[in-house]
């Protein structure tokens, strides 16, 4: 757990604008017309609107995405009873995460009452504000009295995220715990310390998902909670075991799962001695655990272990369920949260945790690679598909459990529509993978003793994209795959020094010399080349042994390309390659040409490459409107340079591709500003449409501009993609992210697919 000064907590708090949360217009209000519009008199239409149609409070205002999270203070973190407004710092962080992880807003209410009866008439009497009531830190047991008469007497829904966020995610640890020990959740015996709001929830959740009444020990502070007992109020009465047991040690002999929501430091090694085989241990004690990591893991190797820590294995973060199942309950208009959107939301996060975790995810925690098993039985908070698992979870058991009131459709198109809330709107690369898992392809991977290239094999591979074939020494991908738990065994391995028959290196060979003959190659030359990967890779996609060739991850592009082009060859109606990038914008996909190969282009270079691209882009099902870029407009500038070329490439297409939506020369605002264009330039061939491609006079203007935007992440990037060759072959940027092989894969297995058609 990171180590957190008082100074800086406190800085952290006041400096700037105190606190943490403020509330935005989402509405213009920069004139007198749009204040009239917000207020009065404007503001009487969707008055009387609401008037005569209450639901119509959702269309018109911000009830449908606003949360009201609501305290007393009298149970806040481990503090105690501090009172509502020592709390308040912890209600404003609670709404920063709702915020930024779900984006749903927030307004926190402190309640100076601690009579529950008055403080639910409180509550009530502010609900038609809020689209839901998410009830925080307040104590055991008035908090159930309060939740279940909210829940019985509004129709939003409430939940109380101490009892029922825990209970959420340790259910998804617990599933996934049972899964790798091999036990079955309806025979498991458990013992549960501490008796408070946390635990009982928690028990009730794992008893309806199937563990047994009849096996659940639990203890409050004063022991075992068991028929001698008559100290018990209403809640921890249903939980009085029938056992002759009366202590924590009697409870631990042979159990299977330890749940501890207790107090530090109550657990010894000798109680996680005396458990059951393949024992599971959940000590959420905050700060400090019943008993240690360290402790608890060095008696029992075959123990799973989680906590509340950051610092260890399988943290119970509430942080993964609160935002996601308010974000599925409003998305739906949910009336309640009830018992079956609960387990829909453990089971998802469960689901998750057994999928591939991407690159983003293992590097925001500092870990090369994260995969499911024993350190792994619970999602990260910082994994960007929690929102579109558990919050579609969510609302689908709300609409199938009969709660709720908007009922959605289109599940797709919510799922996608939740990744835009968050700026994840990636739905070209969707297409694209989708269209590679049509049919996919043989693809050749020239660097296979890397990490990165094998974890995106192993991708690929699984979610059959491609089939990965490696080139290298297979000792060491051996090595790596199993150092990094990696799924990898039934995918081929090519040692260029080991497993390549003579025979096969000569006919290779042989086949290069022919093409090479002329050109100043020998046949020794030839032979020698077949040792390396990119002229290995590069001959068995021209032979038909591999249908694609990706490299460069590890070499310079120029020394990468070479092989490619001596073997493979440029398409016979072209004489030029091109490379082009395609940028992620929020107003859509940018492709952006030359950015790799050409240096100063003459004008039908120019020409090769606007075909190359146009071709391009429309294999993305897109429709080309293209701008060939200079820094003068329309012949603004009569002297040497980009303009005259760009000028002569533009006269060129029109001439012959009179159909292709194509103009230039111009600077970029004008190709990105189809109004501004039109305004000044109304004969241009796009008219106010805006450009969504652009042709650069040089490679030094197309390269930087890929790199700024790259740098300054306005955008995600999906290239180089090498358009020209014969055969499908591209270069990776060097040290790309799992995430961008993997987009070149696909776009590879798509140029195949082509090639096959």
Same mark, same amino acid.
């Given at each position: 757990?990171?180590?957190?000064?008082?100074?800086?907590? *406190?800085?952290?708090?006041?400096?700037?604008?105190? !606190?943490?949360?403020?509330?935005?217009?989402?509405?213009?209000?920069?004139?007198?017309?749009?204040?009239? =519009?917000?207020?009065?008199?404007?503001?009487?239409?969707?008055?009387?609107?609401?008037?005569?149609?209450? @639901?119509?409070?959702?269309?018109?205002?911000?009830?449908?995405?606003?949360?009201?999270?609501?305290?007393?203070?009298?149970?806040?973190?481990?503090?105690?009873?501090?009172?509502?407004?020592?709390?308040?710092?912890?209600?404003?962080?609670?709404?920063?995460?709702?915020?930024?992880?779900?984006?749903?807003?927030?307004?926190?209410?402190?309640?100076?009452?601690?009579?529950?009866?008055?403080?639910?008439?409180?509550?009530?009497?502010?609900?038609?504000?809020?689209?839901?009531?998410? =009830?925080?830190?307040?104590?055991?047991?008035?908090? $159930?009295?309060?939740?279940?008469?909210?829940?019985?007497?509004?129709?939003?829904?409430?939940?109380?995220?101490?009892?029922?966020?825990?209970?959420?995610?340790? /259910?998804?640890?617990?599933?996934?715990?049972?899964?790798?020990?091999? %036990?079955?959740?309806?025979?498991?015996?458990?013992?549960?310390?501490?008796?408070?709001?946390?635990?009982?929830?928690?028990?009730?959740?794992?008893?309806?998902?199937?563990?047994?009444?009849?096996?659940?020990?639990?203890?409050?502070?004063?022991?075992?909670?068991?028929?001698?007992?008559?100290?018990?109020?209403?809640?921890?009465?249903?939980?009085?075991?029938?056992?002759?047991?009366? +202590?924590?040690?009697?409870?631990?002999?042979?159990?299977?799962?330890?749940?501890?929501?207790?107090?530090?430091?109550?657990?010894?090694?000798?109680?996680?001695?005396?458990?059951?085989?393949?024992?599971?241990?959940?000590?959420?004690?905050?700060?400090?655990?019943?008993?240690?990591?360290?402790?608890?893991?060095?008696?029992?190797?075959?123990?799973?272990?989680?906590? !509340?820590?950051?610092?260890?294995?399988?943290?119970?973060?509430?942080?993964? !369920?609160?935002?996601?199942?308010?974000? !599925?309950?409003?998305?739906?208009?949910?009336?309640?949260?009830?018992?079956?959107?609960?387990?829909?939301?453990?089971?998802?996060? /469960?689901?998750?945790?057994?999928?591939?975790?991407?690159?983003?995810?293992?590097?925001?925690?500092?870990?090369?690679?994260?995969?499911?098993?024993?350190?792994?039985?619970?999602?990260?908070? *910082?994994?960007?598909?929690?929102?579109?698992?558990?919050?579609?979870?969510?609302?689908?058991?709300?609409?199938?459990?009969?709660?709720?009131?908007?009922?959605?459709?289109?599940?797709?198109?919510?799922?996608?529509?939740?990744?835009?809330?968050?700026?994840?709107?990636?739905?070209?690369?969707?297409?694209?993978?989708?269209?590679?898992?049509?049919?996919?392809?043989?693809?050749?991977?020239?660097?296979?003793?890397?990490?990165?290239?094998?974890?995106?094999?192993?991708?690929?591979?699984?979610?059959?994209?491609?089939?990965?074939?490696?080139?290298?020494?297979?000792?060491?991908?051996?090595?790596?795959?199993?150092?990094?738990?990696?799924?990898?065994?039934?995918?081929?391995?090519?040692? *260029?020094?080991?497993?390549?028959?003579?025979?096969?290196?000569?006919?290779?060979?042989?086949?290069?010399?022919?093409?090479? %003959?002329? %050109?100043?190659?020998?046949?020794?030359?030839?032979?020698?080349?077949?040792?390396?990967?990119?002229?290995?890779?590069?001959?068995?996609?021209? +032979?038909?042994?591999?249908?694609?060739?990706?490299?460069?991850?590890?070499?310079?592009?120029?020394?990468?390309?070479?092989?490619?082009?001596?073997?493979?060859?440029?398409?016979?109606? $072209?004489?030029?390659?091109?490379?082009?990038?395609?940028?992620?914008?929020?107003?859509?996909?940018?492709?952006?040409?030359?950015?790799?190969?050409?240096?100063?282009?003459?004008?039908?270079? *120019?020409?090769?490459?606007?075909?190359?691209? /146009?071709?391009?882009?429309?294999?993305?099902?897109?429709?080309?409107?293209?701008?060939?870029?200079?820094?003068?407009?329309?012949?603004?500038?009569?002297?040497?340079?980009?303009?005259?070329?760009?000028?002569?490439?533009?006269?060129?297409?029109?001439?012959?591709?009179?159909?292709?939506?194509?103009?230039?020369?111009?600077?970029?605002?004008?190709?990105?500003?189809?109004?501004?264009?039109?305004?000044?330039?109304?004969?241009?061939?796009?008219?106010?449409?805006?450009?969504?491609?652009?042709?650069?006079?040089?490679?030094?203007?197309?390269?930087?501009?890929?790199?700024?935007?790259?740098?300054?992440?306005?955008?995600?990037?999906?290239?180089?993609? =090498?358009?020209?060759? %014969?055969?499908?072959?591209?270069?990776?940027?060097?040290?790309?992210?799992?995430?961008?092989?993997?987009?070149?894969?696909?776009?590879?297995?798509? @140029? /195949?697919?082509?090639?096959?058609?």
């Amino acid at each position: 757990m990171a180590v957190i000064s008082k100074t800086e907590a *406190l800085d952290y708090h006041k400096n700037g604008r105190p !606190g943490k949360i403020e509330v935005v217009p989402t509405k213009p209000h920069s004139t007198q017309h749009d204040l009239s =519009l917000a207020y009065t008199p404007g503001v009487a239409q969707p008055c009387l609107e609401i008037h005569d149609h209450p @639901d119509d409070v959702y269309q018109y205002t911000s009830k449908g995405n606003l949360v009201a999270v609501i305290s007393n203070g009298t149970a806040v973190l481990g503090l105690g009873d501090i009172g509502p407004e020592a709390g308040k710092p912890v209600m404003e962080g609670k709404g920063l995460l709702f915020k930024i992880f779900a984006d749903v807003d927030v307004f926190d209410i402190e309640v100076n009452e601690k009579d529950p009866k008055k403080l639910i008439e409180v509550v009530k009497a502010i609900a038609p504000t809020f689209g839901g009531i998410n =009830l925080e830190d307040i104590k055991a047991p008035e908090c $159930f009295e309060i939740e279940e008469t909210l829940k019985k007497e509004l129709n939003i829904p409430v939940f109380h995220d101490d009892q029922h966020g825990t209970a959420i995610i340790s /259910a998804a640890g617990l599933l996934n715990a049972l899964d790798i020990v091999g %036990k079955k959740i309806g025979e498991i015996k458990v013992v549960v310390n501490g008796a408070g709001a946390a635990a009982i929830s928690c028990i009730k959740l794992y008893i309806s998902m199937g563990v047994k009444p009849e096996n659940v020990v639990m203890l409050d502070s004063k022991g075992v909670l068991n028929a001698s007992r008559t100290d018990l109020n209403s809640a921890k009465k249903q939980f009085v075991t029938a056992r002759d047991i009366s +202590t924590l040690e009697e409870a631990f002999v042979d159990a299977d799962v330890f749940l501890g929501l207790s107090v530090g430091n109550v657990v010894s090694k000798a109680m996680i001695r005396s458990m059951a085989e393949k024992p599971i241990v959940f000590a959420m004690a905050n700060p400090n655990p019943e008993i240690s990591y360290e402790d608890a893991t060095s008696v029992r190797d075959d123990i799973i272990m989680a906590t !509340g820590r950051s610092d260890y294995p399988n943290q119970i973060n509430n942080v993964l !369920g609160f935002p996601f199942i308010f974000r !599925g309950a409003l998305d739906v208009r949910a009336t309640t949260i009830n018992e079956e959107m609960k387990i829909a939301a453990a089971n998802a996060l /469960a689901k998750l945790a057994r999928e591939y975790v991407p690159e983003t995810v293992a590097r925001a925690y500092n870990q090369q690679n994260i995969v499911f098993g024993k350190d792994y039985i619970i999602p990260k908070p *910082l994994d960007p598909r929690l929102i579109t698992t558990v919050s579609v979870a969510v609302a689908k058991a709300a609409v199938d459990s009969g709660v709720a009131g908007k009922p959605i459709k289109d599940w797709d198109a919510y799922k996608q529509e939740l990744s835009e809330r968050l700026g994840y709107d990636n739905k070209l690369v969707m297409n694209i993978r989708q269209k590679a898992r049509q049919q996919p392809k043989r693809v050749v991977f020239a660097e296979g003793c890397d990490f990165k290239i094998l974890k995106a094999a192993q991708f690929v591979h699984h979610e059959k994209i491609a089939k990965p074939v490696l080139i290298g020494n297979e000792e060491r991908i051996r090595e790596i795959i199993l150092e990094n738990k990696l799924e990898l065994d039934d995918v081929p391995i090519i040692d *260029l020094q080991k497993s390549v028959p003579d025979e096969k290196r000569l006919k290779f060979a042989g086949i290069l010399y022919e093409k090479r %003959k002329r %050109k100043g190659m020998t046949l020794n030359e030839a032979i020698e080349k077949m040792y390396n990967a990119d002229y290995y890779g590069a001959m068995m996609v021209e +032979t038909g042994e591999a249908d694609a060739f990706i490299s460069g991850f590890t070499r310079r592009y120029a020394d990468t390309i070479r092989p490619t082009l001596q073997v493979i060859g440029v398409k016979e109606d $072209f004489n030029h390659i091109a490379g082009m990038y395609v940028m992620i914008t929020k107003k859509g996909p940018l492709f952006l040409a030359d950015t790799t190969v050409n240096m100063n282009p003459t004008s039908q270079v *120019l020409v090769d490459t606007t075909l190359l691209t /146009a071709a391009e882009v429309r294999r993305f099902n897109v429709e080309p409107r293209i701008a060939l870029l200079s820094y003068s407009n329309f012949g603004a500038h009569k002297g040497l340079g980009s303009p005259g070329v760009v000028k002569e490439a533009v006269r060129i297409l029109h001439e012959k591709h009179p159909d292709l939506m194509v103009d230039g020369e111009m600077q970029a605002n004008y190709a990105l500003d189809g109004k501004l264009r039109m305004q000044r330039y109304p004969f241009n061939k796009l008219g106010d449409a805006d450009a969504n491609t652009l042709i650069f006079p040089n490679l030094s203007s197309g390269n930087i501009t890929y790199k700024v935007l790259q740098s300054i992440g306005i955008s995600e990037s999906i290239g180089p993609i =090498l358009m020209g060759m %014969k055969k499908p072959v591209h270069i990776l940027q060097r040290d790309s992210s799992v995430r961008e092989i993997v987009n070149m894969v696909a776009i590879a297995v798509i @140029d /195949a697919q082509s090639g096959a058609e």
